[in-house]
T-cell receptor, first 114, second 117 residues
Framework: AQSVTQLGSHVSVSEGALVLLRCNYS??????LFWYVQYPNQGLQLLLK??????LVKGINGFEAEFKKSETSFHLTKPSAHMSDAAEYFC????????????FGTGTKLQVIP | GAGVSQSPSNKVTEKGKDVELRCDPI?????LYWYRQSLGQGLEFLIY????????KSGLPSDRFSAERTGGSVSTLTIQRTQQEDSAVYLC???????????????FGEGSRLTVL
């Protein structure tokens, strides 16, 4: 079975500060890992994903995440927060088997303070 | 259309009534998911369809919930005898199979907001 844990349901940062959203996963096979973002009153969209290869992946809007197998983590970072980054962020895990149900974390709401 | 389409976007119903929510996935996507997003909660998995395989219904919260996918395309989620706790946004997503190189990326619809009075 696979699962995802997101630490912190709400995170507040000042504009221009580092954004760090934490995600830890559990998977018995090599995982595929994702971050999705949901802006207010919108659907979810993919921010970035890790499947294989380079463990540091870059996504849209300056976000990046690093797959650390030893720590079973896939934390999301952005060097400098913008007001437009205020949204809910979901970490998700799947795997490369034929049946690849995607399991989501409970989400982290990011507030950016001017 | 190019994206996942869901209807209705908003549905208000009375307790005890049945509702149907529709999802039209991206053409060619073999996998289709239903999730529920309640206020203050994360994404709750409901059901998963993959091609012609038997669906994974493990997330359906009760036997009042059912879903079907006709012809490997359009899906309908049905909630019978709705209860107030069913009020939520119901999200549909579709994807290619991971083996087709997409890595299982999901494409979401805008959701159907259900309010049970």
């Amino acid at each position: 079975a696979q699962s995802v844990t997101q630490l912190g349901s709400h995170v507040s940062v000042s504009e221009g500060a580092l954004v760090l959203l934490r995600c830890n996963y559990s998977s018995s096979v090599p995982p595929y890992l994702f971050w999705y973002v949901q802006y207010p009153n919108q659907g979810l969209q993919l921010l970035l994903k890790y499947t294989t290869g380079a463990t540091l992946v870059k996504g849209i809007n300056g976000f990046e995440a690093e797959f650390k197998k030893s720590e079973t983590s896939f934390h999301l970072t952005k060097p400098s927060a913008h007001m437009s980054d205020a949204a809910e962020y979901f970490c998700a895990v799947s795997y490369s088997g034929g049946y690849q149900k995607v399991t989501f974390g409970t989400g982290t709401k990011l507030q950016v303070i001017p | 259309g190019a994206g996942v389409s869901q209807s209705p976007s908003n549905k208000v119903t009375e307790k005890g009534k049945d509702v149907e929510l529709r999802c039209d996935p991206i053409s060619g996507h073999t996998a289709l998911y239903w999730y529920r997003q309640s206020l203050g909660q994360g994404l709750e998995f409901l059901i998963y369809f993959q091609g012609n395989s038997a669906p994974d219904k493990s997330g359906l919260p009760s036997d009042r919930f059912s879903a079907e996918r006709t012809g490997g395309s359009v899906s309908t989620l049905t909630i019978q005898r709705t209860q107030q706790e069913d009020s939520a946004v119901y999200l549909c997503a579709s994807s290619k199979r991971a083996l087709e190189g997409s890595g299982g990326e999901l494409f979401f619809g805008e959701g159907s907001r259900l309010t049970v009075l």
